[in-house]
């Protein structure tokens, strides 16, 4: 499984860490589906890995609740009781220590490798870049979470901080993935692949990752109510409608988007707009890959693409048109779980082109 000079235990261990930042990313996504992100209102690193211990406890976080995430409470679960409360104070508790835990197991496995001399200079620099975003990462949740708090007129987290929460996400998965990739691969490559291939492949990158961006707008936006059909153009009068509301593009409206269908649509359409132009971006790799020649594990890395892509999109017109006031949870996150597992293929092909030669 991997290479020679791979210490089997240090990429056990990485891949053990991409397994645990997948989860977190679904478990977040459930976060966010459920409602549950504003349930815990405070940020407390040591003492918030315990949750409520008995029945007093819960009746202040619960209050708590009310109070700081009132819009919240008011606008989505004004009979909510405590036994309803606990449901989504476990999704959001779950995601912490969740992250509580990765921390662990990656501090301890970094100082143990560390130790053991069992780290390349190299790799130090990648780990590293991995500590960086991680660390990020967990101080921007609590920003994302606390643009919900104490905000009479937003019913959730901000969308763009949640998106730029989902990006360092994506990006620490992502460099998670090269970074095991490079560390248990032999990088010399037998193949040769044309300059237009590689630039191809190189162009699905941030098309990917910009569509992932979208697909969080698309959840913190609730952006998938506005528009629940497909194909779209046998809807079109609705589309026209919506793009004729009065939207005047200014700070104010953009960050204050809940009440507006437009900037909804403008999403909606965008996310559209970019899975096809992704999807033909696929299919032209796919086929410039089968006419070279080319190793096994780089024809299934191309054809894993292909299937994935139109996994993605069947999930993703199942997730929009089954969006009845919200965004259906299991698919939702089936739909973003898919997202990542293409995101990880892509690297791994990515991995392959960079280090085959040019002609």
Known sequence: MFRDSAYKPLALWLMIGIIMVFVQVIIGGITRLTDSGLSITEWKIVEGTLPPLNQTEWDKTFDNYKVHAKKQYEALHPNMDLAQFKVIYFWEYFHRLWARSMAMVFVIGFTFFLLARKISKNLLGQLLLVIALASLEGLFGWIMVSSGLNEDSRTWVSAYKLIIHLMIATLLFSYLCWTFISYTTKETMQFSISKKTKQLAWSLLPVALLQILLGGL?????????LPYFPIWLHLDRVILGLNQTF??????????????????????????????????????????????????????????????????????????????????????MHQATALVFLASLVFVLFKVKTSPSR
């Open 248 to 333: 005047v593009w200014n700070t104010e409206n953009l960050l204050n988007y809940e009440p507006s269908v437009y900037i909804k649509m403008m999403v909606q359409l965008l996310h559209r707009a970019t899975a096809l132009l992704l999807t033909v971006q696929v299919i032209l790799l796919y086929l410039l890959l089968k006419k070279t020649e080319i190793s096994l594990t780089m024809k299934k890395g191309s054809l894993t693409l292909l299937a994935l892509i139109f996994v993605q999109l069947i999930l993703g017109v199942l997730t929009v048109i089954g969006c009845n006031n919200k965004t259906p949870v299991v698919l939702g996150v």
């Open 218 to 226: 698309m959840a913190g936006m609730r952006a998938g109510v506005v």
